[in-house]
């Protein structure tokens, strides 16, 4: 690395922290289209954030981040530093703060290095405990999915989202604005696409074999969605069927099917037999890969996923044909509206043809006007204390906007809640609340159900 030092004389430390080889990968990217000023050392810090990070693979152990150690001058573990407390829910009291700074440099040899973080979702623990501990040092932020496009989900103490310069994210959907960290005034910073593919290629070259069909299979992407209690496990398993037979509709009779890591084994199981039912030739992949490395293997002739970052990838990278199923339901089912994978749901249902409009996944298009009006209207409606300037925005587009299509990303009570376009008038809110009303309402409903039996 090129010797760099601070204003102040003292050298400078970059310390770079990922959970996901996608993560890292990203960061890899990053360095290699010089997104970062020289520094003395870069350190490549790992988390295992998995509910039992015992038994789950650390990154640095997985295919293809030999490729990317190179980038770094050591690699360190934020849970061995820490044990035996879990990344996920620690993070250091007020008061111990300047003791686990001093700890953390004397365990890294930082000495009194300058140091400068560059930390993923930094609205939570563990980035947010890092953030904390090293407290005068400057902050980049790098997304590594669609959740950069949504709201920060909770809202920042002052004293670390000032100290943000950036938000490094992949263009993942082309001209549209992040809203992430936007309250602190922090810009975003695109790392170039074809310079993250090389790197996946790189990871690509160096993964385990794979027995996949040839002749451009159609690839399944699953995402254990359950796990969140978003869908029951039956209804996740049921959204792989679908995703299946879709698929077959479309002409695809070789499948791959992509589970999740941590999804049970027997969902692959259902998936087969019903593949076997339906004559389909279906491949379960079993092995952890990223499902870019798939891309760049396969070739795939169509990616099918719900709402999967991995989707947009596909198109906006590799120029790959993709679908997706089940967007609707998960819109209505994500509780509170706020949830941070509102966002993430609202953009793919908005840009990725439905699995079963075969015309629009044969011409790849969805007409979606004005995509960044609704980011930022759904954005304000998640978030409003936080984005209280986004106001006009959402009226406006409320107002423009709404109809039958889009009433799929709001709640009447929730624009109600906000006085917002599309909410219950103010003289009329008393009427949800009013038993009698409610009454005969289910009357009114029983009524019009008889006639039409």
Not at 123 to 137: M, R, S, Y
Not at 243 to 259: C, D
């Given at each position: 690395m090129t010797s760099h030092t601070s204003t102040g004389g003292r050298r400078t430390t970059q310390i770079f922290f990922a959970s996901t080889l996608y993560g890292a990968a990203t960061l890899a990217a990053a360095l290699d289209a010089d997104r970062f000023p020289p520094a003395a050392r870069r350190l490549l810090l790992i988390s295992n954030n998995a509910a039992n990070p015992e038994t789950a693979p650390a990154l640095d152990t997985m295919p293809g981040f030999e490729q990317l150690r190179g980038r770094f001058d050591g690699v360190l573990s934020w849970n061995a530093a820490i044990s035996p407390f879990h990344p996920g829910g620690w993070a250091p009291r007020g008061d111990d703060v300047p003791l686990w700074e001093r700890y953390l440099r004397m365990l890294w040899d930082l000495g009194d290095d300058s140091v400068h973080l560059v930390v993923e979702s930094i609205?939570?623990?563990?980035?947010?405990?890092?953030?904390?501990?090293?407290?005068?040092?400057p902050v980049d932020v790098y997304a590594d999915g669609l959740m950069s496009y949504g709201p920060t989900r909770n809202k920042l103490d002052p004293l670390v989202g000032t100290r943000i310069d950036r938000l490094l994210h992949l263009d993942l959907v082309p001209g549209l604005k992040p809203l992430l960290l936007t309250e602190f005034g922090v810009e975003p910073e695109i790392v170039p696409g074809d310079t993250f593919t090389k790197v996946l290629a790189e990871l690509a070259d160096a993964g385990p074999d794979l027995d996949v069909p040839e002749g451009n299979p159609a690839l399944l992407l699953g995402q254990y969605l359950s796990a969140l209690d978003i869908l029951t496990a039956e209804e996740e398993e049921r959204l792989h069927v679908r995703?299946?037979?879709?698929?077959?509709?479309?002409?695809?009779?070789?499948?791959?099917?992509?589970?999740h890591p941590s999804a049970p084994a027997r969902w692959s199981r259902q998936l087969e037999q019903e593949a076997e039912r339906l004559g389909a030739e279906l491949t379960v992949l079993d092995e952890p890969v990223l499902a870019e490395v798939l891309y760049q293997r396969m070739q795939p002739a169509l990616v099918v996923g719900c709402f999967s970052t991995a989707l947009l990838t596909a198109s906006a990278l590799y120029g790959l044909p993709v679908a997706r199923i089940g967007t609707e339901v998960l819109l209505e089912r994500l509780t509170p509206y706020q949830n941070s994978n509102?966002?993430?749901?609202?953009?793919?249902?908005?840009?990725?043809?439905?699995?079963?409009?075969?015309?629009?996944?044969?011409?790849?298009?969805?007409?979606?006007?004005?995509?960044?009006?609704?980011?930022?209207?759904?954005?304000?409606?998640?978030?409003?204390?936080?984005?209280?300037?986004?106001?006009?925005?959402?009226?406006?587009?409320?107002?423009?906007?709404?109809?039958?299509?889009?009433?799929?990303?709001?709640?009447?009570?929730?624009l109600t809640s906000l006085a917002l376009p599309g909410g219950v008038p103010g003289q009329l809110g008393f009427i949800p609340r009013n038993a009698t009303v409610r009454r005969v309402a289910r009357r009114a409903r029983a009524v019009k159900r008889a006639a039409l039996g």
């Open positions: 609205q939570v623990n563990p980035a947010l405990a890092l953030t904390q501990i090293f407290t005068g040092a995703m299946l037979k879709g698929a077959l509709e479309l002409g695809h009779e070789r499948v791959v099917f992509k589970p509102r966002v993430p749901v609202t953009i793919v249902d908005a840009t990725v043809p439905e699995l079963t409009d075969k015309a629009a996944v044969q011409a790849q298009h969805q007409e979606t006007p004005d995509l960044q009006g609704l980011v930022e209207a759904v954005g304000f409606a998640m978030q409003p204390q936080i984005y209280p300037a986004l106001r006009p925005a959402a009226e406006a587009y409320l107002s423009d906007r709404l109809n039958a299509h889009t009433w799929r990303y709001f709640k009447r009570r929730r």
